[in-house]
């Protein structure tokens, strides 16, 4: 049981991680250090940089970058000009965010602007102990994760998901499925992703990256993380719009009181998923 000192210690962590959340949030389009930061917070730039990382999974710098994007991406979803967006979001060097941004964004501003119409995603399909397997990808990562009982229900689903793509098999998402598969039987993969979401759902998937192998953390659990420890609703929402279940394991997410909850896989895969991933940390911790 976590003593009444390392509780109290772990929530004044979240507080302050919190505040700074807030505070990059409140001045996203100012130019913001890590120096101006510590002498707002009270703290060296590098206890301050510690923290943050530990609670968060990502330093100040990565975050504020993160919420940038989910600023821009929602200004030119909405129809604004791609200038002003990117000056609304705190991006002064045009030229420098149109050479980054296929990293990025996985595509031009332009491009998600229109909704991603002419995106080229390219898909493999194959065999796993969940069912039938179909992995997505756009030229710049991961796209998209689907189980299901055929091969027609997947595209079908992938079709609704992305319906102004051209989809196409690619020996670049078979690349990355033949991977998810050793990954399911306890190989260590990783995986370049272009997903989309907002700010809260992104450091959402992140804190679920942390969860190890054969553990579980309840919607509560990551909501304190997160530094929203009253956001558990979201959290669940966050877990179920995850775009690339089994590589971003929100399986590993359960309720309080210990029941499995949803899983858009369905819960027979979560409990097998799980159940897997004990025996595999056990015979990891073996070895």
């Known amino acids: 049981m976590q003593s009444v000192t390392s509780a109290s210690t772990a929530t004044s962590k979240a507080e302050l991680v919190k505040g700074v ?19 707002r917070f009270g703290l060296s730039p590098s206890h301050l940089q510690r923290t943050f990382t530990e609670v968060m999974g990502m330093s100040p ?18 129809g604004e000009p791609v200038v002003r967006a990117l000056r609304g979001t705190g991006y002064s060097a045009q030229s420098w965010l149109y050479g980054d941004s296929r990293k990025k964004l996985g595509m031009t501003p332009a491009t998600y602007k229109k909704g991603g119409a002419g995106l080229q995603v390219g898909y493999a399909t194959g065999r796993s102990a969940l069912g039938r397997l179909l992995l997505a990808s756009t030229d710049y990562g991961v796209c998209s994760v689907k189980a299901g009982r055929s091969d027609c229900e997947l595209l079908k689903a992938l079709a609704a998901e992305f319906p102004s793509a051209r989809l196409a098999k690619s020996p670049t ?43 579980t953390r309840s919607y509560q659990e990551v909501a304190e993380m997160v530094g929203e420890p009253k956001a558990v609703r979201a959290v669940a929402n966050a877990c179920g719009s995850n775009p690339v279940p089994l590589i971003i394991p929100c399986h590993r997410v359960i309720r309080k009181d210990g029941s499995l909850g949803g899983y858009g896989m369905g819960i027979g ?16 911790s073996r070895s």
Not at 61 to 78: D, I, Q
Not at 274 to 282: G, H, V
């Open 21 to 39: 959340c807030e505070y990059l949030k409140a001045n996203s389009a100012s130019p913001v250090t890590l120096g101006s930061l510590g002498k």
């Open 61 to 78: 710098r990565e975050y504020l970058e993160g919420f940038r994007l989910s600023v821009l991406r929602s200004k030119l979803t909405a």
């Open 173 to 215: 998402a078979a690349r990355y499925l033949r991977s998810l598969q050793r990954h399911l039987r306890g190989q260590e993969a990783r995986f370049p992703l272009d997903i989309q979401g907002t700010d809260f759902q992104m450091r959402v998937w992140t804190a679920l990256q942390r969860i190890p192998l054969g553990e």
């Open 269 to 284: 895969r979560k409990k097998a998923l799980l159940s897997s991933e004990r025996d595999l940390a056990k015979g990891q």
